[in-house]
């Protein structure tokens, strides 16, 4: 639905983004992650026509975003971080507009115009000016007026930006709603958790280069390596006469705890439990460490500056 090869684009000497190579198929979220600057706008820019790009070339929905701009706008519904309601505006009249825009005639505007507003629960404030809605109805309604014309491909960028949680928690329930078999949505984000709810793939994207790329499963073995467990223990213990079962690799242990990794934990961390219980260990608890999207994020763009993490 969304793909890009060796995507670039240039503003006189400076290379805004950069060999960008995307595939986003339909039923797919893929979550595009960097710093302020780091090229995301710009990526979003050239996937809706409204920039050309220097070098490469995209397509969405199968239309080439130069050769058939037109084509790629009608198949984009793009949200953009400043929502650009026209607050004098009703729900009703807002999404009509829209709808001229795009070419529908009156009873498909209509129509599709009550629906959207039914699901995402703004029937009722229809008829008043959008200026009096909460952060959170707003932004519905600009999820609302991407939708109007059926768009095969969503670009969202920061779609929850300086909302209050609540509000935020609706936007995000909706996207993940408009999930379809039709539809791919592309969503930049400074949000990890929420980048790590709704995607089903990540890409890194730093001073214009996409630097990794994949699923969060892909993502974390690349960047973390394998998962890691730690046992504490209710009582300091010593260690001593403790045969480690074959196959586990002792990352770290004191008298409050073992950390560890293996790469069959099904068989081998009951095995552990077990020598540690004859080796009179006091066994607390054993969980798996941490493995989040924030800490993939941090080591990546940590080693892309060259700095170390604290």
Known sequence: MILTENLGKQFDNFWAVSDVKLDVKPGKILALLGQNGAGKTTTIRMLTGLLRPTQGWARVN?????????????SVGVL??????????????YLDFFGKVYGLDIPTRKKRGDYLLEYFGLAEVANQPSGTYSKGMKQ????????IHKPPALLLDEPTSAMDPESARLVRNEIANLRSSKRAIVICTHNLSEAELLADEIAIIYRGKILIKGTLDILKDKVLGPTEYEIKFSIPY???NLKIPKDIEILEKDSQKLRFTTENPEENNPKLL???SVAGASVLT???TSRTLENAYLKVMAEAQGKEIQ
């Open 286 to 288: 054993l969980e798996k």
């Open 62 to 74: 199968g239309h080439d975003v130069v050769k058939e701009a037109t084509q790629v706008r009608a």
């Open 80 to 93: 953009t971080e400043q929502h650009g309601l026209y607050l004098r505006m009703t729900a009703v009249e």
């Open 274 to 276: 077990k020598e540690l």
């Open 140 to 147: 519905k309604l600009a999820l609302a007026r991407t939708l």
């Open 238 to 240: 010593n260690f001593v």
